[in-house]
């Protein structure tokens, strides 16, 4: 009987000091938009790029307070003209495949060949113009690769090594821009600027980023995709070859497919079977009456990354059923856009967003507060902008102006040929939380004010998947509320949804001059590279141009009321363009989820030790 107590004791012992494997850390969620591709170097939608910036690594990334670090890069230079930007790339970093095993060294050929594929505008890279705006040489490469339209010439074209993006040896790359560009490294962690392998590209060929499975990538940044099963499952685990694996503290992280997911993950995030929800303003003001409920949620943090406006569409591609052609009429009156803008109360459609404080959300510029500052003075607030951002959140919303241009704008509209009631396509996503019941305010806030003899709003919800080629980009629909997500911290980057060529709402299709006017005042401040007072105003005006002749309506952040979650929104990265934002890297699964207490005690924590690392550079 000893020996066999002993024999127990020493066992007991022994497994005492074995070490004890830890537990694998899972973060579970679902979603109900599916990816319609994988192919990063070709998207700039959020969605699709919001997946790839957790499994592809850049040059550059920002920490959680948005101080730019190395990344791919553990160096660079700049040089006195600031033209030539060197980056110096780390050689321990692989790429690996779905299943982890290692396929090649990370070089900066890598992103010679990324830069190539996207500068080939037969691969339709929607963040080509990313490129060959700042690249020497790099525009008049993808203009020699262009297909002409009818009638048109040709481009030249032109020969790879007249780009200024070059690998020096396989460690070293090297960018020369066409002009200085102050916020450089501010682009540097988006998807224009990830490498690709170009030996895998080859064998992929038009396969490479397919959304069927996770074998038509590879990977090199915190997490592989292991497993990819469209509109079912996928699931991302840590990429133990990445070079900073030590500060990934995620190991698994699942996500489900479901269509009603917005309806139904609260339930299942009360049941413990996933970690986040959304949580709409309905669900919102029942959960703050129950204590226990009210625990398990926070307020929804916001970034500053995104801005959402209402739209008019100047190419109207919808049926015939919804008038187009009465719609053109329409949205080329001044007058009818002047009666919509002055009509839409933003404060009440807010209100199944964020139920307690609207207000907080909604701004009347296009450009977020706070998302890029000169000299302490804040970009909304400069000359243009600043007589918009004094209105506060009524904004143009004003009962007695809304009906003073409808009655002008009905006498013109009956003398161009229009009838009346203009109708107006809405659509909606169905998988984003509240969008339809926003739609539903705006219709009989609108129609209620100006007369349903006037105007009338037609909802109509769109696919869950493939929303914005379904919808936005085929211009189908006459009022819609878009929204842009700045891609680096410049005012520039909020004149992209408007340029000629882009897909938002087809300005220059527009009647008249203002869409000329408008471009005439962009390409000015374009023009201004160095003058940072001179460049900043010169948008300024710009952005309060397209405001003031309600070619588009401001809205706001588009989203805040209270989100539901174990994950601490501040130990992740940090920046106000990008996507930064959607990284998982440095997040820590919480024992329980934070609540609104623990919120705000971690905000202000966040904003002392942000001043105080601001001190310390001064």
């Not at 998207?43 to 040059?59: C, K």
């Not at 970093?93 to 982890?100: A, N, P, R, S």
């Not at 203009?143 to 993006?165: C, M, R, Y």
């Not at 607030?381 to 918009?388: P, R, Y």
Request: hydrophobic fraction near 40%.
């Amino acid at each position: 009987m000893k020996r066999f107590l002993t024999l127990v004791l020493a066992c007991a012992m022994l497994l005492a000091v074995l070490p004890v494997a830890a537990e694998e850390v899972t973060y579970k969620t679902l979603y109900s938009g599916e990816v319609t591709t994988l192919n990063y170097l070709t998207t700039t939608t959020t969605n699709e790029f919001g997946l790839a910036a957790n499994l592809v690594d850049t040059l550059v990334e920002t920490d959680r307070y948005g101080q730019i670090q190395p990344s791919l890069a553990e160096k660079w230079e700049q040089s006195e003209d600031g033209l030539t930007w060197t980056f110096y790339l780390r050689k321990d970093q692989k790429w690996v495949t779905g299943d982890g095993e290692v396929y090649a060294d990370v070089t900066a050929h890598d992103f010679v060949a990324s830069a190539q594929y996207i500068l080939n505008a037969a691969n339709a890279s929607t963040s080509a113009s990313i490129l060959y705006g700042v690249v020497a040489g790099a525009e008049a490469y993808y203009a020699g690769t262009s297909t002409p339209t009818d009638g048109a010439t040709a481009a030249p074209a032109t020969e790879w090594d007249t780009v200024g993006i070059k690998a020096l040896d396989d460690y070293t790359l090297q960018y020369t821009l066409t002009d200085p560009v102050p916020y450089f490294l501010s682009m540097l962690p988006y998807v224009c600027f990830m490498p690709v392998s170009q030996k895998f590209l080859d064998e992929k060929g038009d396969q490479f980023g397919l959304a069927t499975g996770n074998d038509t990538l590879l990977y090199n940044g915190a997490f592989v995709l292991a497993e990819f099963k469209p509109q079912e499952i996928r699931v991302l685990k840590k990429n133990t070859a990445n070079w900073d694996a030590d500060n990934v503290f995620l190991d698994v992280i699942e996500q489900k497919y479901n269509k009603e997911a917005s309806t139904i993950a609260p339930e299942l995030y009360l049941r413990g079977e996933v970690d986040a929800a959304s949580i709409d303003a309905t669900i919102a003001k029942q959960w703050l009456a129950d204590p226990e409920k009210a625990d398990m949620i926070r307020p929804v943090r916001q970034y500053g990354t995104y801005s959402y406006f209402y739209c008019f569409n100047f190419k109207p591609e919808f049926d015939a059923a919804y008038e187009p052609e009465n719609w053109k009429l329409a949205v080329n009156n001044d007058n009818f856009r002047f009666s919509i803008a002055h009509a839409l109360d933003r404060v009440k459609a807010m209100l199944v967003h964020e139920p307690d404080n609207p207000e907080a959300i909604i701004f009347n510029t296009v450009t977020p507060p706070n998302f890029v500052d000169l000299n302490g003075e804040d970009f909304t607030q400069m000359e243009g902008l600043k007589a918009l951002t004094d209105l506060g959140p009524k904004g143009w919303f004003d009962e007695a102006k809304a009906k003073e241009y409808r009655d002008k704008a009905k006498e013109e509209l009956l003398a161009a040929g229009a009838t009346l009631p203009v109708k107006a396509l809405m659509s909606y996503n169905p998988s984003s939380t509240s969008w339809a019941e926003e739609c539903q305010i705006v219709e009989q806030q609108i129609e209620e004010l100006l007369g349903s003899d006037y105007i009338d709003i037609i909802i109509e919800a769109g696919p869950s998947s493939g929303f914005l080629k379904a919808v936005r980009r085929s211009g189908n629909y006459a009022l819609l509320k878009c929204n842009w997500g700045s891609d680096y911290s410049d005012p520039q980057t909020y004149t992209d949804p408007f340029a000629i060529g882009s897909n938002y709402n087809f300005p220059e299709y527009a009647t008249g001059t203002l869409d000329e006017e408008y471009h005439a005042l962009l390409d000015e401040a374009l023009a201004i590279k160095l003058d940072m007072p001179a460049r900043y105003a010169a948008f300024a005006k710009a952005e309060a141009f397209l405001i003031n002749n309600a070619f588009i309506i401001p809205f706001g952040y588009g989203s805040g009321g209270y989100t539901a979650g174990r994950l601490n929104p501040f130990e992740g990265q940090y920046a106000s363009s990008g996507l930064s934002t959607e990284r998982y890297k440095g997040q820590r699964l919480l024992d329980k989820p934070m609540n609104t207490e623990q919120y705000y005690e971690a905000y202000d924590q966040w904003l002392e030790e942000r001043a105080n690392l601001a001190d310390t550079q001064k």
